[in-house]
């Protein structure tokens, strides 16, 4: 089916659980779909695991929620940045859980998630702090760990263009976990800053395919 | 090349440019290692990776009439930047994948410590009320062909950051080849440390200062 375009953010955030995985786009503020961050604030879910490279940057967006107390947990490869105080004060106050993932394990972990693969082994962080409890297998003479997937209920994403099929373009650093994240969620939501009529985009062009996209609302 | 003064940053961040082989694809992690930037020449043909999706990053963006900031354009510290001709970008999953897969040349990485056999510790002080992030350091340690170190040599209360283990939590085992300090530059690996050159010391004075045993070039 192609996407649902939604008449407003709050539409498109309609139905997120309380309890549920949220994959969160962006690095930085990059990319990071605010729109529908402060949608899912006003439409009420809590106690979510947010799945995002940062935990927030100064006051708005992914921070806004963690301020709200909506988040349990988040999973992210890199919360300690200069304005990332909201962040760090929840989790000073032992207000918040931390799962530290190495950025490139985050966005694999999350392909796997979306292509169906049900673990992997991978070089990074062997004989580290974050290697502890985890599988090792010696393949071809090198060591690996298993990781396994992260899939999400939901994944907010903020894209460039859509079509009216809900065919995705980014912009520039934007795209950052955007088209990673699209394949990963049971319910992928992106806000874009135009829809253009089906047959204008490039089909070369098209970064995440209609397919992977659920509803769509310009913000 | 060995000099009468310690290194400023800027003169660090030129000696790592001047070793990298032209041509090269080399990510340069943030704080120190971005100032290597600055002294890559235009003919070297070095193409810079940032992490967050980007090849052939351009410099720091000025926010001047014609170069206005762009915040959909940014490198991994999360600064403006702009694009050079044959830029592309990708995203974290293609980003990760180039890293890991053995196709970036160098990378060059600011660190807490380095061992003499390599071993790097940049991501986490293991301070209780310290915060951890490691972003994409443990994947590019473990991804570059070769890494690059740059760093003061000794901490600000005198403690050496070149060592014989690192006593901070590790980014990853056995990858460092080279790290570029203030006072020398040495050769790290499985054979130990190597003192390449020297800046305002002598290689009698390093090797004091120093616990690990340091050869000289042959």
């Not at chain 2, 400023?8 to 090269?24: F, L, N």
């Not at chain 2, 762009?70 to 830029?87: C, F, I």
Request: net charge negative.
């Amino acid at each position: 089916m192609s996407a649902a375009f939604c008449d407003s953010a709050a539409e498109a955030v309609a139905g997120v659980e309380d309890g549920s995985t949220v994959l969160v786009g962006g690095f930085g503020m990059a990319g990071m779909p605010v729109q529908l961050i402060d949608a899912l604030i006003d439409q009420g879910a809590g106690d979510l695991t947010v799945v995002s490279n940062n935990a927030g940057n100064g006051d708005s967006g992914l921070a806004a929620l963690l301020a709200k107390g909506r988040v349990r947990k988040v999973i992210c490869s890199f919360p300690r940045q200069h304005d990332s105080w909201v962040f760090d004060r929840l989790y000073r106050d032992g207000k918040i859980e931390l799962e530290l993932v190495p950025q490139g394990n985050l966005a694999e972990r999350m392909r796997a998630a979306g292509a169906g693969i049900g673990a992997f082994y991978c070089p990074t962080g062997v004989g580290t702090p974050l290697a502890d409890g985890k599988e090792t297998r010696e393949i071809g003479g090198r060591t690996y760990l298993l990781e396994y997937p992260i899939r999400g209920d939901v994944a907010l994403i903020c894209a460039h263009r859509a079509d009216r099929m809900g065919n995705l373009v980014y912009r520039r650093t934007a795209r950052n976990f955007g088209p990673v994240m699209a394949t990963a969620a049971t319910t992928v939501v992106a806000q874009v800053t135009e829809v253009v009529d089906t047959g204008e985009l490039d089909p070369e062009a098209v970064v995440t395919p209609s397919i992977y996209v659920d509803r769509v609302v310009v913000a | 090349m060995s000099g009468g003064t310690a290194l400023t940053k800027d003169e660090m961040a030129a000696m790592v440019a001047r070793d990298i082989p032209p041509g090269s694809y080399v990510n340069l992690g943030i704080g120190q290692p971005t100032l290597v930037a600055d002294h890559l020449t235009a003919g070297s043909g070095v193409v810079l990776h940032t992490e967050n999706g980007m090849l052939n990053m351009g410099p720091a963006a000025t926010g001047g009439p014609d170069d206005p900031v762009d915040r959909d354009l940014t490198n991994a510290g999360k600064q403006p930047v702009t694009e050079l001709p044959g830029s592309s970008y990708f995203s974290s999953a293609d980003s990760f994948a180039m890293m890991r897969g053995g196709h970036l040349d160098v990378c060059v990485l600011g660190a807490f410590q380095v061992s003499a056999g390599g071993d790097l510790a940049n991501w986490h002080t293991g301070e209780p009320d310290a915060i951890p992030a490691v972003g994409g350091a443990m994947d590019l340690a473990i991804g570059a062909k070769r890494v690059f170190v740059m760093m003061t040599l000794f901490a600000k209360d005198g403690t050496p950051k070149l060592v014989p283990s690192c006593t901070y939590p590790l980014t990853g085992v056995g990858r460092v080849d080279r790290v570029y300090t203030d006072v020398a530059v040495f050769q790290v690996g499985p054979s130990g440390a190597t003192v390449l050159d020297t800046f305002g010391v002598s290689y009698d004075e390093l090797a004091e200062r120093l616990d690990v045993p340091l050869a000289r070039p042959s």
